[in-house]
């Protein structure tokens, strides 16, 4: 099916481990962002990537490692998982040009224990 | 650097009623402006977006802003809520140049009473 999906939909892991979410996006769109969700911050930019093989960083990347080595893939990598890292992550992906509006993915809800 | 300033975290509206959430933004650049909408336990969904051109935009679902360059606002309306209207809204600003990443505002949260 076209469009951009995430996954798990849901998990939870413990304090200290590696998790990674997933995101793919079957458009071949240029740009994928990472947003995280939290109460009474609205959405804040973990990383985005222009292309594969070019990563930068946004608001909040820390304790976050992300890869893109295939256009359609944009992977995010909770390296040791903390529980202020307990969020909705939304993938969103767009083509080149900034007046394109983004579609996003349904969103992962991670809870750390 | 771009910013959102989303006045109101909750609106509360009769159904039948006119919807009003407000967007103030700051750019140092001209702005492209969108607007999103999130149901419960959903991704979030373009609603209308300001890019250039026509400073009343028309989006779906029978919203509609207005680009207000002097006010730097782009507040949301809707003559008459619906209660499938119910939702959190985001307002969200990016440069009209490049390819610089949205900035989101916090959301308001629009309930309808039937």
Known sequence: ?113 | AQSVTQLGSHVSVSEGALVLLRCNYSSSVPPYLFWYVQYPNQGLQLLLKYTTGATLVKGINGFEAEFKKSETSFHLTKPSAHMSDAAEYFCAVSRNSGNTPLVFGKGTRLSVIA
Not at chain 1, 70 to 81: M, Q
Not at chain 1, 87 to 100: E, L, T
């Open chain 1, 1 to 113: 099916d076209a469009g951009i999906t995430q996954s798990p939909r849901y998990k939870i892991t413990e304090t200290g481990r590696q998790v990674t979410l997933m995101c793919h996006q079957t458009w071949s769109h240029s740009y994928m962002f990472w947003y995280r969700q939290d109460l009474g911050h609205g959405l804040r930019l973990i990383y985005y990537s222009a292309a594969a093989d070019i990563t930068d960083k946004g608001e909040v990347p820390d304790g976050y490692v992300v890869s893109r080595s295939k256009t359609e893939n944009f992977p995010l990598t909770l390296e040791s998982a903390t529980r202020s890292q307990t969020s909705v992550y939304f993938c969103a992906s767009r083509n080149q040009g900034g007046n394109y509006g983004y579609t996003f993915g349904s969103g992962t809800r991670l809870t750390v224990v």
